[in-house]
């Protein structure tokens, strides 16, 4: 499970801090082990998916899973409009709750298939979803116009 | 239904002939490894003994309990009352003081419900006067509690008004009894005082004698959460003086979905019913009913019977090897864990550093490795730990660290496993390369 790729972006974390400007923060647990995460988002441009995820900025706690996911999650949602971020969002909560049925499409997931193992560690699943979901609440709260 | 005969261990331990009462000991997990069971503090492995008690009573007695009256009804009532009775002599309290319920969870809330119940409206039954609270009243626990003996009084404590407060841990990991804060945690306005029996994290024994007179000494009711402590020791309730405990089947090589809640007769008599409908009666009307009196008013609806007389079966399984020779073994597989992991660098103990007035819960941290990432290098290894908070949340946030993994023992495990859990803990440093220099 532990690919080189996840201990990488584990040790050197992408894009972490908090940063300013953002239209929303919101903060994620997961109660069965205490991990958390608080993420940020700042949007441009257009309205609804057509909107541009300028930043995610984070602060996380956690093991190795979820502060790898979130940092590869940076990566791969910054720059993107929110439709496409979303579908990203999508096929690699497909992946990751997928009991190791589901082969991840390499070319949407890129860095993120490395976490195609941990289909295979329900207790896990959690964990490398935290950021990501966070992320959505985040663009959620930030697109209905306020911070939580 | 008699018992069923269980192991002849001896008085000296002979691990080797008890695993081979518990089938699930013998498997391998994750690609043939052997499994390394050190989980028994969340939930412990079953013997045969007792899964064929249980198997025994569906195939020959299975029928609703203190209901109907042809044969099974009156065999089936026989055998759930005769594992009531094994069980109260097991954790030296009377027949009638011993109420079934679903686990310790529901049984601690059951008191807190009972209390409740006595503090709200009128026409409560005069006798339920002594359980009433309201603001200005106040309920006491401790840091170390797990969230079952803690949240049921902070709802307590919402529905009536009252106060929660607390005693704190110190860093060795004991309560703090005697500082100056702590000195009126318990006062005149004190009314219950919840705490634990044995930390489910740190493995604490507090001093229950002690707790038992403070409160006395203000009139307050004591609630003890005896989960990880019947299980591993010998208790004797009576001789603690304790007003109410709870503790769970499924962590004493019983089954999961029976637990108990031990009252002292006077008390039981006095508490309002929780659960309320069938069995727990003495009389309907339309208008209102009366209520039976105890253990029967607290098991409303057709009890588990099938787990209660599993109960009773490992409870004789335990009593035939004696609690003193389980705990003098726990006593050394733990003594030898403290000693093997605090001597391996980067590792912490969460709680005291050796077995005095400690039980076998052992709590650790890595530095730089966080405990959800240890326990999947331990689980590659077939070494079942629990990591996270436990259900102690404060606990851990009084010690300031996020999660921690724990190794817990029962009667079955060995020395041998104790060494696998300190290789494994080895392992998980060198895989993520955070052995300290």
Redesign the interface.
């Known amino acids: 499970m532990y690919q080189e790729i996840i201990l990488d972006h584990y040790r050197n974390p992408h894009g972490r801090g908090l940063r300013d400007p953002f239209e929303a923060e919101v903060h994620h647990v997961n109660p069965t082990c205490g991990d958390e995460v608080t993420v940020r988002v700042h949007l441009t441009g257009g309205e609804g998916l057509d909107a541009k995820v300028e930043d995610l900025s984070y602060d996380a706690l956690g093991c190795s899973i979820s502060q790898a996911a979130t940092s590869v999650a940076h990566d791969l949602l910054v720059g993107h409009t929110v439709g496409e971020a979303f579908e990203t969002l999508e096929a690699y909560q497909t992946m990751v709750q997928g009991r190791g049925k589901v082969e991840p499409d390499e070319d949407v997931l890129d860095d993120a298939v490395a976490f195609a193992g941990v289909a295979a560690y329900p207790a896990r699943v959690k964990c490398a979803l935290l950021g990501w979901l966070a992320f959505k609440d985040a663009v959620a709260q930030a697109q209905a116009g306020g911070t939580s | 239904m008699t018992a069923i005969a269980p192991t002849d261990a001896g008085a000296t331990l002979d691990v080797a002939k008890i695993r081979e009462d518990f089938p699930i000991l013998s498997r391998t997990v994750r690609d043939g490894k052997p499994l390394v069971y050190l989980d028994s503090g969340a939930t412990s492995q079953r013997p045969r003994q007792v899964l064929d008690a249980e198997r025994a009573f569906l195939e020959t007695s299975n029928a609703a309990v203190h209901r109907g009256a042809h044969a099974l009804a009156e065999e089936a009532t026989d055998a759930y009352e005769s594992a009531r009775e094994r069980i109260a002599a097991f954790v030296g309290a009377d027949i009638h003081e011993v109420v079934f319920t679903k686990n310790a969870t529901e049984g601690i809330n059951l008191v807190a419900y009972g209390m409740s119940n006595a503090s709200v409206g009128d026409g409560v039954d005069p006798a339920a006067e002594r359980f009433r609270l309201g603001p200005g009243d106040e309920v006491v626990t401790t840091e170390m509690e797990h969230h079952a003996n803690l949240v049921p009084w902070q709802e307590l404590c919402r529905r009536t008004g009252a106060t929660l407060r607390w005693f704190s841990v110190t860093p060795d990991g004991r309560l703090d009894l005697d500082s100056d804060e702590a000195r009126s945690v318990i006062n005149e306005r004190t009314k219950v005082v919840a705490f634990t029996h044995q930390s489910n994290v740190l493995g604490t024994v507090p001093p229950v004698e002690e707790l038992v007179r403070r409160a006395r000494a203000v009139g307050a009711y004591t609630v003890l959460d005896a989960c990880q402590s019947v299980p591993h020791a010998p208790v004797d309730l009576h001789a603690l003086g304790v007003d109410f405990a709870a503790f769970s089947g499924h962590k004493m090589l019983g089954p999961s979905g029976i637990g108990v809640l031990y009252g002292r007769a006077e008390l039981l008599e006095a508490l309002p019913p929780f659960l309320t409908g069938g069995s727990m009666i003495e009389m309907v009307r339309m208008e209102g009913a009366t209520y039976a009196p105890p253990p029967a008013r607290f098991e409303a609806g057709v009890p588990m019977t099938s787990q209660a007389i599993g109960l009773g079966a490992a409870v004789d399984y335990l009593s035939a090897i004696g609690m003193d020779a389980v705990k003098a073994h726990e006593n050394e597989l733990t003594d030898a864990a403290l000693l093997k992991l605090q001597d391996l660098p980067g590792v912490a103990i969460v709680g005291p550093r050796t077995t005095e007035a400690r039980g076998g819960a052992v709590a650790f941290t890595i530095e730089g490795l966080?405990?959800?990432?240890a326990s999947?290098v331990l689980d590659d290894s077939g070494i079942a730990v629990r990591?996270?908070?436990h259900c102690a949340?404060p606990l851990?946030r009084a010690f300031g660290v996020?999660?921690s993994i724990r190794a817990s023992f029962h009667v079955y495990n060995t020395m041998e496993e104790v060494d696998a859990l300190v290789a494994g803990v080895r392992r998980a440093q060198e895989?993520?390369g955070v052995v300290p220099q």
């Open positions: 966080h405990p959800h990432d999947q990591v996270g908070h949340w851990h996020q999660a895989f993520f």
